[in-house]
């Protein structure tokens, strides 16, 4: 079973808006990773939390997590078309295994 | 400096037939995984391996081996394809915990089986 499910499953915005998508997971977790993958190619990651972290920033990305809601949040600001790809929020318990969500499909227009 | 190499990029099978998928690092990575990909499921873990010689099963292992027979390589064999195995195959890999999360994927194997 999937440890992270996102939402929501799939964002249109315009060019230059913010972009927000959630993922919640079901058991106690070391860290939370989010990834990115455009069409037909692998993942990339993105930006990793731990879980004794509430926030973090890279670059237009914004990431939190509430542990007592086993919950996190992904923004990115300013959005741009060049953002237009799929989101997957990834967790990790014990060291060995990462598992992902289904991913939210975001669609930047220009 | 390739990262993760995966071959082949596409391929496709008759029902029954066997295969093997190839996955090569060149960055000294002890972690290695094997993911499939379909629609509206996300990544899912077939099997994965914390070293040389050693490998676990993951979420979704039936109809699959794997062996890690060097550091470098990691490979995914269908013994039996059938059509639910149609799908994107994804390798990964990664430092040990403690000393880096982050995953580093390859470009995936589209395989379909008919």
């Known amino acids: 079973s999937q440890q992270g499910e996102e939402d929501p499953q799939a964002l249109s915005i315009q060019e230059g808006e913010n972009a927000t998508m959630n993922c919640s997971y079901k058991t106690s977790i070391n860290n939370l990773q989010w990834y990115r993958q455009n069409s037909g190619r692998g993942l990339v990651h993105l930006i990793l939390?731990?879980?004794?972290?509430r926030e973090k920033h890279s670059g237009r990305l914004r990431v939190t997590l509430d542990t007592s809601k086993k919950s996190s949040s992904l923004l990115i600001t300013a959005s741009r078309a060049a953002d237009t790809a799929s989101y997957f929020c990834?967790?990790?318990?014990?060291?060995?295994?990462?598992?992902f969500g289904a991913g939210t499909r975001l669609f930047v227009k220009a | 400096n390739a990262g993760v190499t995966q071959t082949p990029k596409f391929r496709v099978l008759k029902t029954g037939q066997s295969m093997t998928l190839l996955c090569a690092q060149d960055m000294n990575h002890e972690y290695m995984y094997w993911y499939r990909q379909d629609p509206g499921m996300g990544l899912r873990l077939i099997h994965y391996s914390v070293g040389e010689g050693t490998t676990a099963k993951g979420e979704v292992p039936d109809g699959y081996n794997v062996s890690r027979l060097k550091k470098q390589n990691f490979l995914l064999g269908l013994e039996s394809a059938a059509p639910s195995q149609t799908s994107v195959y994804f390798c990964a890999s990664k430092r040990p915990r403690g000393v880096g999360e982050k995953l580093f994927f390859g470009s995936g194997t589209q395989l379909s089986v008919l």
């Open positions: 990834a967790t990790s318990r014990g060291g060995f295994k990462t598992i």
């Open positions: 939390i731990r879980s004794n972290e």
